[in-house]
């Protein structure tokens, strides 16, 4: 596939969508020159999210055993092992993730994932920069969340991570895009950012 039709998979969480930050956050994608090639408004499927979060038990010892080093600081009382913690962060997830609406997007354009990542922001708000869709929109912490008890994080979006390897971007929009759900068209904008011959396009 050529570089320019690479594809990225982005939720805007129930945060985004009862802050009514839809059309901000979309606008941010398009004006830097990516494409919608797939949107859609659902309720997501608690089965999907498992699939999709695809996290491993030696990803929930990690986070797991973070959570009880600030529980033991917080004076919390420790009553399950580190794995089920870790568990736990995907549970509240998925939870939040179904307390409302949820819009899928699908964005192409010349490294979509990347540029995506570099738009959205670091996952936690309070330490992304400013200037970033969480950084500008979001004041969320993990610190915050251990405290209220391992809620979900309100961190408006999530997209695509290209740290995830090869394939990431493709088996994210599989669990929740069909391929007839995703639109092929051509923007009059793409000439300017892609063609090689500009002869004749401002006549």
């Known amino acids: 596939?050529?570089?320019?039709?690479?594809?990225?998979?982005?939720?805007?969480?129930?945060?985004?969508?009862?802050?009514?930050?839809?059309?901000?956050?979309?606008?941010?994608?398009?004006?830097?020159?990516?494409?919608?090639?797939?949107?859609k408004m659902h309720m997501a499927d608690e089965?999907?999210?498992?699939?999709?979060?695809?996290?491993?038990?030696?990803?929930?010892?990690?986070k797991g055993e973070k959570i009880l080093i600030n529980k033991q600081s917080l004076g919390h009382t420790i009553d399950k092992e580190a794995i089920e913690?870790?568990?736990?962060i995907i549970r509240a997830v998925v939870s939040y993730m179904r307390a409302g609406p949820v819009v899928s997007l699908v964005l192409e354009g010349n490294n979509a994932a990347a540029v995506v990542k570099r738009l959205v922001g670091g996952t936690e708000p309070a330490t992304a920069d400013s200037g970033t869709i969480r950084?500008?929109?979001?004041?969320?912490?993990?610190?915050?969340?251990?405290?209220?008890?391992?809620?979900?994080?309100?961190n408006l979006?999530?997209?695509?991570?290209p740290a995830d390897g090869e394939g990431a971007q493709e088996r994210e929009i599989g669990i929740w895009f069909t391929e007839e759900e995703?639109?092929?068209?051509?923007?009059?904008?793409e000439a300017?950012?892609?063609?090689?011959?500009?002869d004749g396009i401002l006549e």
Request: positive net charge; aromatic residues 12%.
């Open 1 to 39: 596939m050529h570089p320019k039709k690479e594809r990225t998979f982005v939720i805007l969480k129930p945060d985004t969508i009862q802050r009514g930050l839809i059309g901000e956050i979309i606008s941010r994608f398009e004006r830097i020159g990516l494409k919608v090639v797939g949107m």
């Open 47 to 62: 089965e999907k999210l498992w699939a999709h979060y695809n996290k491993d038990d030696a990803w929930f010892l990690k």
């Open 85 to 88: 913690y870790g568990k736990d």
């Open 135 to 154: 950084g500008d929109f979001a004041i969320d912490s993990y610190y915050l969340c251990d405290v209220d008890g391992s809620r979900g994080m309100r």
């Open 157 to 161: 979006i999530h997209c695509t991570d």
């Open 182 to 189: 995703i639109v092929k068209y051509r923007l009059v904008s």
């Open 192 to 198: 300017m950012l892609y063609d090689v011959n500009l």
